[in-house]
T-cell receptor, first 110, second 113 residues
Framework: RKEVEQDPGPFNVPEGATVAFNCTYSNSASQSFFWYRQDCRKEPKLLMSVYSSGNEDGRFTAQLNRASQYISLLIRDSKLSDSATYLCVVNRAGGFKTIFGAGTRLFVKA | EAQVTQNPRYLITVTGKKLTVTCSQNMNHEYMSWYRQDPGLGLRQIYYSMNVEVTDKGDVPEGYKVSRKEKRNFPLILESPSPNQTSLYFC????????????FGDGTRLSIL
């Protein structure tokens, strides 16, 4: 079993839709959590950190459930430009090692 | 401009021929890391470095070496490349420990024949 698991998708949604991604992690000692975005053949870029209390950045909302060991990302009012692969990222306790999920592919269509 | 620079961007080479992928950052970051990305597997950490002369293995270190003689540079060395090391490689840096965001280089696509 992978340490960080994501539904690979693809998710195909129309513009304006709301879409949610989940990610589960197996190491209960995991310390910090993030969502990255990666465009095709490009480098990953931080989308947002994920805090226990939940956090929002414009159309994006991230949630963390430590008891169930999952992280979620909600995208509201999807734009064409949101089409990308979304990577769930977990730092192990101590913070030195970083584990990436394999990513969830999103296609937003007009 | 703050950046992480990797070279080369693309390389096709043959089994057993030693190669080095360079990585340099201009942000005075302490933490640097190398990843490889393969279809269906995502990014996997090869090695990381907490500071000058301090390095440690990630999850897939076999067949790779690194060094951190200066803060800005973190080269990845393949002493005897093999076809299973064909992959897309990313170097990343961040301010300290594994503080986010990690800034990534543009990637190096290696093909080992």
């Amino acid at each position: 079993r992978k340490e960080v698991e994501q539904d690979p998708g693809p998710f195909n949604v129309p513009e304006g839709a709301t879409v949610a991604f989940n990610c589960t992690y197996s190491n209960s000692a995991s310390q910090s959590f993030f969502w990255y975005r990666q465009d095709c053949r490009k480098e990953p870029k931080l989308l947002m950190s994920v805090y226990s209390s939940g956090n929002e950045d414009g159309r994006f909302t991230a949630q963390l459930n430590r008891a169930s060991q999952y992280i979620s990302l909600l995208i509201r009012d999807s734009k064409l430009s949101d089409s990308a692969t979304y990577l769930c990222v977990v730092n192990r306790a101590g913070g030195f090692k970083t584990i990436f999920g394999a990513g969830t592919r999103l296609f937003v269509k007009a | 401009e703050a950046q992480v620079t990797q070279n080369p961007r693309y390389l096709i080479t043959v089994t057993g021929k030693k190669l080095t992928v360079t990585c340099s950052q201009n942000m005075n970051h302490e933490y640097m890391s190398w990843y490889r990305q393969d279809p269906g597997l995502g990014l996997r950490q090869i090695y990381y470095s907490m500071n000058v002369e301090v390095t440690d293995k990630g999850d897939v270190p076999e067949g790779y070496k690194v060094s951190r003689k200066e803060k800005r540079n973190f080269p990845l060395i393949l002493e005897s490349p093999s076809p299973n090391q064909t992959s897309l490689y990313f170097c990343a840096s961040s301010l300290s420990l594994a503080a986010q965001p990690q800034h990534f280089g543009d990637g190096t696509r290696l093909s080992i024949l």
